[in-house]
């Protein structure tokens, strides 16, 4: 239905693609939040972890599912571009793990600042680039937000730092960009994340203990991207 639309693509055809409607949501309801009981987290020379109850409001739980719906959206049509050949190269999808990406980006300050690795349309539209500026990338086009240059391992936004196409590589660059970070002014935390396949790797086990030696601001999150 869109293959002949995206063959002679333009923000305005995209456009028309993209208008998709946002989930329908019942506009009356009788609770203005809602708690849940989650399991207890594994603690590793931790006295206590997290709270095991949470709260959130509905408008909260609103702009999260939005969040997400969006991204399933962006990488499902991103997934048919692929099939078409309209994207040409790698596509990296970021399917079913668009919790991980709206859950922490929900906790984040606007100095806090994160690096993935290469399955990344996601966490760059979370991070501010439009649903288009993401979609004009894959496809090679100079609207995108690496002027079309970067694909899709390669996307950047204001303070996040890619997208980087070799497995683990961005893990050590987390550190050095919270390094950096405090070392100009003193705050920002930067989120490095990981799937399980960088898990054993040296470089990674390295910069875990650079970090707690230099008390580098930095979480490593390993996302789980079976």
């Known amino acids: 239905m869109f293959s002949n639309c995206a063959r002679r693509i333009n923000s305005g055809c995209l456009l028309k693609i993209l208008k998709f409607n946002s989930p329908a949501i019942p506009k009356a309801s009788l609770s203005t939040e809602a708690s ?15 709270k095991t109850t949470v709260t959130v409001t509905k ?23 692929y099939k078409e050949k309209i994207i040409r190269g790698f596509c990296h999808l970021y399917s079913g793990q668009e919790a991980c990406a709206v859950g922490m980006h929900a906790a984040m300050r606007p100095e ?7 399955r990344c349309h996601g966490w760059t539209h979370v991070m501010g680039v439009s649903v288009l500026g993401v979609l004009a990338e894959l496809t090679g086009r100079e609207s995108g937000c690496s002027r079309g240059k970067g694909g899709s ?20 660059l987390g550190a050095g960009i ?18 399980d396949g960088a898990a054993n790797q040296g470089q990674v086990f390295e ?17 789980n991207n079976g």
């Open 36 to 50: 849940f009981e989650v399991k207890e987290f594994k603690l590793h020379n931790l006295e206590e972890g997290p």
């Open 59 to 81: 408008d909260d739980a609103i702009d999260y599912y939005t969040k997400m719906y969006t991204l399933r959206r962006l990488e499902t049509l991103a997934g048919n571009f």
């Open 112 to 118: 806090d600042s994160v690096i993935t690795a290469y």
């Open 153 to 172: 391992m390669h996307m950047y936004a204001r303070n996040f730092y890619g997208g980087n196409g070799i497995v683990g590589a961005q893990v050590p």
């Open 207 to 223: 910069v875990y203990n650079m970090s707690k030696l230099w008390k580098v601001p930095v979480i490593y999150v390993c996302e």
């Open 178 to 195: 919270a390094l950096a970070s405090h070392y100009r002014h003193g705050k920002g935390t930067c989120f490095a994340l990981y799937g």
